[in-house]
């Protein structure tokens, strides 16, 4: 993969808001090839990729809103996610948000992530010619069950 692409990509995580911008976050680029091959036997979702990132959170670093308490370590690291996810269809690369993953044995076999919540792998590549998404990713519950207007 292009260096160019991957810092594009990290640049893309760097600019996503989060709240208060704490930007309790880490991303991990995990892209020599004992390491990834290391991180591709926790998931059976790596797709053969060469290059997977892994995005990380702390709730210590996050922002909490007093009303209730709610952390929002997960939701400001969705937000890079999907920052990143997005940057990479403008590149041309293939990815998908990857959760199926066993957390504490990447942990183990890559311990800079401790004290990270990990929220997911981006596995990175170009789609093969042909490919198609799963059907099941044009599947939608209709707006009137996801909308209400009050």
């Keep these: 993969m292009e260096a160019e692409k991957l810092d ?17 976050w880490h991303l991990w680029v995990v892209e ?9 036997a926790l998931t059976r979702f790596g ?41 990479a269809h403008d590149l041309g690369l293939g990815t998908t948000w990857v959760g199926h993953f066993d957390a504490p044995a990447v942990q183990e076999a890559f311990p800079e992530t401790a004290g990270y919540d990990l929220v997911a792998l981006f596995p990175l590549g170009y789609p093969a010619e042909g490919d198609e998404p799963s059907p099941r990713h044009f599947e939608r519950k209709g707006v009137e069950e996801l909308v209400t207007r009050v």
């Design 8 to 24: 594009a990509l990290v640049e893309a995580a760097v600019a996503a808001p989060t709240a208060v911008d704490r930007q309790p």
């Design 32 to 40: 020599s090839s004992d390491a990834v091959a290391r991180l591709s």
């Design 47 to 87: 797709f053969g990729a060469r290059v997977i990132l892994v995005l990380g959170a702390r709730a210590d670093e996050a922002w909490v809103r007093k009303y209730d308490g709610r952390n929002f370590a997960d939701v400001d690291a969705s937000i890079v996610g999907t920052h990143i996810m997005l940057a």
